[in-house]
């Protein structure tokens, strides 16, 4: 998956982030998890690679349904044009 070149992050103060659809106005809500995925993403970053990226930074081992999270989370994002699958 690709992330789509249009899509502007903006990262807040308390660790949050939105990201902003110039095309059609829309704005996503990403807390600090999404955002790390977000960014995982930007450097072309496997689901594998952001899993293991995830349990590098996380204070406690990830949970089982880790991966199926990521999964929906990456086809959310899809759905809502922040992704393509090109």
Do not use: V
Request: proline share 8%.
């Amino acid at each position: 998956m690709k992330i789509n070149p249009e899509i502007i992050l903006r990262e807040e103060f308390d660790g949050s982030a939105f990201l902003f659809n110039p095309d059609d106005g829309q704005i996503f809500g990403l807390n600090p998890t999404a955002k790390f995925i977000w960014k995982s993403l930007t450097r072309d970053e496997t689901p594998e690679q952001i899993l293991a990226g995830l349990a590098e930074h996380s204070a406690s081992p990830l949970p089982p349904e880790a991966e199926k999270d990521l999964n929906d989370f990456l086809l959310q994002l899809q759905d809502k044009g922040y992704l393509s699958r090109n």
